[in-house]
């Protein structure tokens, strides 16, 4: 658990939650400060295996080019605040086996070129919203079973270069003929 009142510490103190591994929460107070110091379009949050949720505040955070969510194994949803995330170009969710959606204001991320959803086990469904992703470059899923059937709009995503799929019980006609 994070203390409610951050207000003393240097505004420019950088925070790392590397192996916390029991933390569920992280707080809207302080998501400004996990950007890496070293990488400052970087906000890379791996292993943090209790973790359920993000922060609404997460749309907030300016510059981030990538986010890495690996192996946050508890994390159930993204927050539509990721939409608000521009420069955003590789989201990485690998082993978020709770994850069960994507929100629809992924489709706003319009510099979005890597989405990485590997071993997200309870992934029930896709937005319709990803149709818009133009720039979408690399596309990685394995659905664990949870998703029956792939929407037809994967097929249309006309830059897209590496498509990894597995774990499908049926795709779309126009990705198989």
């Not at 569920?24 to 400004?32: D, G, L, Q």
């Not at 994390?75 to 994507?102: F, M, V, Y």
Request: hydrophobic share 35%.
């Amino acid at each position: 658990k994070f203390p409610i009142h951050w207000g003393g510490l240097n505004k420019d103190l950088q925070i790392s939650l590397e192996g916390c591994i029991s933390l569920e929460k992280i707080p809207n107070s302080i998501i400004r400060r996990l950007v890496s110091r070293k990488d400052r379009d970087k906000l890379q949050l791996n292993g943090l295996k209790s973790l359920k949720r993000l922060p609404g505040s997460l749309g907030d955070v300016e510059g981030v080019r990538t986010l890495s969510l690996r192996d946050c194994k508890s994390l159930e949803e993204i927050p539509d605040s990721i939409g608000r995330l521009k420069p955003l170009k590789d989201i990485d969710l690998s082993a978020c086996t709770l994850l069960r959606k994507t929100p629809e204001s992924i489709g706003n991320l319009k510099s979005l070129k890597r989405l990485i959803l590997r071993h997200c086990r309870s992934l029930e469904e896709l937005p319709e919203s990803m149709e818009g992703l133009e720039p979408l470059e690399v596309l990685y899923i394995t659905s664990g079973k949870s998703i029956t059937k792939l929407p037809d709009f994967v097929g249309k995503l006309k830059n897209v270069q590496e498509f990894h799929l597995r774990e499908f019980e049926e795709a779309p006609d126009h990705l198989i003929g």
